[in-house]
């Protein structure tokens, strides 16, 4: 019998209208642009301002875009993943929501949180649900309304995040395309670095928690910074070398975007030409989970079936990894 692969076939997203620049962040904090584009690389992010909204508002429209440019309808899907740090709620599932709201019935779901990493990993996840034979269509999502856990008091995390959401439709190919391989690695030593102190159930929120603004992200940059520069290189090389894929055997890769300096590194390592490498951080920032759909989803009409991509990330935890996936289909 033919061995089932797991094929991304198709994409959606949804970024928030309100753009919120580096001028109007040095208005807010002591910074200025010329020090965000040079560190970081970000001119400006997309902010979900609507009131009593969270990430499924955002994950829902993706997930609507997806199913629309599919011809999909809802009863169709089997499973949905979620990869999330800003779940609606600590409970239920925001997958759940998701699913309720878009109008899937009869599937199951679930949140995925590996920070940064949270989207590879759940499009690792549910290739193997694909691949079982257990399923036919997955929707894999991920989403982060960062600005909802970001201290935009602190200038050394406020310019860094943005908000957006992005979803793909994994189903069987017999053709041998979609995912290849996977490395995925963690070291919880890396928890100490970037993490949020309360909410959880050590610290639950207090009067005390509140005041002492424990809620935000908390970023120790420069060890995230060597850890990230190094090990989406190691990874990224390594899933190359593991299938004799040199850099002309590669259309893209699509690398997490934290900070250009990272991603020019990566690139580097692997031996990759610039126009190789999917960037879109300097409209979006870092929106977590959902930084790689929204690089796809961009970069969509470039892509043919075939095509080998490389997508690899770095994130809280620390968690990385890479897939090695070969693109489905032609642009529409
Ligand atoms: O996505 C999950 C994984 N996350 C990452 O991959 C993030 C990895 N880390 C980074 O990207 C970088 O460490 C940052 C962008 C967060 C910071 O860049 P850096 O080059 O490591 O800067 P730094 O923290 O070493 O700070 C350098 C200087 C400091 O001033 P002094 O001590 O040299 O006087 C900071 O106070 O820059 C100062 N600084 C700022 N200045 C203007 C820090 N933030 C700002 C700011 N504007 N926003």
Same mark, same amino acid.
């Given at each position: 019998?033919?061995?089932l692969?797991?094929?991304?076939?198709?994409?959606?997203a949804?970024?928030?209208?309100?753009?919120?620049?580096?001028?109007?962040?040095?208005?807010?904090?002591?910074?200025?642009?010329e020090?965000?584009?040079?560190?970081?690389?970000?001119?400006?992010?997309? =902010? *979900?301002?609507?009131? /009593?909204?969270?990430?499924s $508002?955002?994950?829902? &429209? #993706?997930?609507?875009?997806?199913?629309?440019?599919?011809?999909t309808?809802?009863?169709?899907?089997?499973l949905?993943i979620?990869?999330?740090?800003?779940?609606?709620?600590?409970?239920?599932?925001?997958?759940?929501?998701?699913?309720?709201?878009?109008?899937?019935?009869g599937?199951?779901?679930?949140?995925?949180?590996?920070?940064?990493?949270?989207f590879l990993?759940?499009?690792?996840?549910g290739?193997?649900?694909i691949?079982?034979?257990?399923?036919k269509?997955?929707?894999?999502?991920?989403?982060?309304?960062?600005?909802?856990?970001v201290?935009?008091?602190?200038?050394?995390v406020?310019?860094?995040?943005?908000?957006?959401?992005?979803?793909?439709?994994?189903?069987?190919?017999?053709?041998?395309?979609?995912?290849?391989?996977? =490395? *995925?690695?963690?070291? /919880?030593?890396g928890?100490? $670095?970037?993490?949020? &102190? #309360?909410?959880?159930?050590?610290?639950?929120?207090?009067h005390?928690?509140?005041?002492?603004r424990e809620?935000?992200?908390?970023?120790d940059?420069?060890?995230?910074?060597?850890?990230?520069?190094?090990?989406?290189?190691?990874?990224?090389?390594?899933?190359?070398?593991?299938h004799?894929?040199?850099?002309?055997?590669?259309?893209?890769?699509?690398?997490?975007?934290?900070?250009?300096?990272?991603?020019?590194?990566?690139?580097?390592?692997?031996k990759?030409?610039?126009?190789?490498v999917?960037?879109?951080?300097?409209r979006?920032?870092?929106?977590?989970?959902?930084?790689?759909?929204?690089?796809?989803?961009e970069y969509?009409?470039?892509?043919?079936?075939?095509?080998?991509?490389?997508?690899?990330?770095?994130?809280?935890?620390?968690?990385?990894?890479?897939?090695?996936?070969?693109?489905?289909?032609?642009?529409?």
């Amino acid at each position: 019998m033919q061995k089932l692969t797991a094929a991304i076939t198709g994409i959606g997203a949804y970024v928030p209208d309100y753009i919120l620049t580096n001028d109007e962040l040095a208005n807010m904090v002591d910074t200025s642009d010329e020090w965000i584009m040079t560190r970081i690389g970000i001119k400006e992010r997309h =902010i *979900l301002k609507e009131e /009593g909204e969270g990430t499924s $508002f955002m994950a829902t &429209k #993706a997930v609507n875009d997806l199913l629309r440019k599919t011809n999909t309808s809802p009863e169709e899907i089997d499973l949905v993943i979620c990869a999330t740090v800003t779940p609606d709620h600590l409970f239920p599932a925001t997958a759940s929501i998701i699913a309720d709201k878009v109008g899937i019935k009869g599937a199951f779901h679930f949140d995925l949180n590996a920070g940064c990493s949270g989207f590879l990993y759940a499009l690792a996840t549910g290739s193997k649900y694909i691949e079982s034979g257990m399923c036919k269509k997955v929707i894999i999502i991920g989403a982060d309304k960062m600005s909802s856990i970001v201290d935009y008091t602190d200038r050394s995390v406020a310019p860094i995040f943005g908000d957006g959401a992005g979803a793909v439709l994994l189903e069987p190919s017999e053709e041998g395309l979609g995912v290849q391989d996977m =490395i *995925l690695e963690s070291d /919880g030593v890396g928890r100490q $670095f970037l993490h949020q &102190k #309360a909410g959880g159930s050590v610290k639950p929120p207090s009067h005390e928690s509140i005041d002492a603004r424990e809620h935000y992200i908390f970023q120790d940059g420069q060890p995230v910074f060597k850890w990230a520069v190094s090990k989406m290189a190691d990874v990224s090389v390594e899933i190359m070398n593991k299938h004799n894929l040199t850099a002309d055997d590669i259309a893209y890769l699509v690398p997490h975007q934290a900070n250009m300096r990272i991603i020019s590194a990566t690139a580097k390592r692997m031996k990759l030409d610039p126009e190789k490498v999917m960037i879109n951080i300097e409209r979006y920032g870092n929106t977590t989970a959902a930084t790689l759909p929204l690089c796809i989803w961009e970069y969509e009409s470039k892509l043919k079936k075939g095509d080998n991509l490389i997508i690899s990330t770095f994130g809280a935890g620390f968690t990385w990894g890479a897939i090695y996936l070969k693109w489905a289909y032609d642009p529409k």
